[in-house]
């Protein structure tokens, strides 16, 4: 009756913005992402601490307002006639600012509850009730790189390149630790409604997935960032076109991009992504790490670096791993 499982976030090369069917979390588009290593989300979930209520505890810290969401992924694991849970999450990296903690706290979650429940489930059957809690969950479910499909009633992924095969460095410029003021879900559901970019964005995705799709299975660097770069620059541009306009970046996320402009003249294989929050993440070469993650560093206004390889999917671990 208890479990504890772990989860890497997932930063996504080309993304997704908007859902199609907000009842079942699809979203809008298909995606690609990858999963990251030194960043992670550990939860652990016991089904027999005699509680007549969940309880969850974020760094030993009870948190209500996370509580609701984190109780519904519960129930649609195990189903609501389960006993009352304690919860209890430990996340080595900013919640709720653009680095896709969701993503690996409903994972985490996922597996942990399953196993606790003494449930035996295919991991694709546990992406698919990650991705009920938080859309991006489901690809933390897998390591490397992933690509969730967005045909048919419910989400299929496809792992096109495991972590070890191509051994790129993401470099993490954290420029803001807050908690972003419009979550993901109510944000794209402006954009949805207001952008007039958004039936392009939902156009061109197919093109961008196809080309994103070759140049990882050619491992062909200079290709992933042209469709990586441009997929993430729609993505913010569809953001601020909207209604109010979703701004997340602040003075910090441009002069990160300004310094990884100037790496790239100087030879550097690497490219930028950004998700929805300021954060920069910097995808390179092993080559080219340390000198990424020095001019990242020395950027006005990034308050850490966090260097990171690809990582592993979602699992269990025991609680002394923590």
């Given at each position: 009756m208890q479990a504890t499982a772990i989860a890497q976030p997932n930063i996504a090369l080309i993304k997704y913005w908007g859902k199609r069917d907000?009842?079942?979390?699809?979203?809008?588009?298909?995606?690609?992402?990858i999963t990251l290593s030194a960043l992670h989300t550990t939860i652990a979930v016991d089904l027999d601490a005699g509680l007549r209520n969940d309880v969850l505890l974020i760094s030993g810290v009870a948190d209500v307002e996370r509580l609701t969401r984190i109780s519904a992924c519960l129930d649609s694991v195990i189903g609501e006639q389960r006993p009352a849970a304690r919860i209890t999450s430990e996340c080595n990296f900013p919640i709720a600012a653009g680095l896709a903690s969701s993503a690996s706290a409903f994972a985490a979650a996922t597996v942990a509850a399953a196993a606790a429940a003494g449930l035996s489930?295919?991991?694709i059957e546990l992406a698919r009730l990650a991705g009920l809690a938080s859309g991006s969950a489901a690809r933390s479910l897998y390591g490397g790189f992933t690509e969730l499909s967005n045909a048919g009633d419910v989400i299929d992924l496809t792992v096109l390149r495991d972590e070890q095969s191509w051994p790129l460095q993401v470099v993490v410029a954290i420029t803001e630790t807050a908690a972003k003021a419009t979550g993901s879900t109510a944000a794209m559901e402006i954009s949805r409604q207001t952008s007039p970019f958004y039936e392009s964005w939902i156009e061109t995705q197919e093109e961008d997935l196809a080309k994103a799709r070759a140049a990882i299975r050619e491992r062909d660097f200079a290709a992933l960032a042209g469709v990586a770069e441009h997929n993430c620059l729609k993505m913010h541009s569809l953001m601020w076109a909207s209604r109010p306009p979703m701004m997340y970046w602040n003075s910090a996320t441009l002069h990160c991009l300004q310094t990884v402009r100037k790496l790239q003249d100087e030879g550097r294989q690497v490219f930028f992504t950004i998700d929805a929050g300021p954060q920069v993440k910097?995808?390179?070469?092993?080559?080219?790490?340390?000198?990424?993650?020095?001019a990242l560093a020395a950027t006005p206004g990034v308050r850490k670096i966090m260097s990171t390889d690809l990582g592993p999917a979602a699992r269990l671990v025991d609680g002394s791993d923590r």
């Open positions: 907000l009842g079942r979390n699809l979203p809008a588009v298909g995606s690609i992402s489930l295919p991991t910097a995808v390179c070469v092993a080559d080219d790490a340390a000198a990424v993650r020095d």
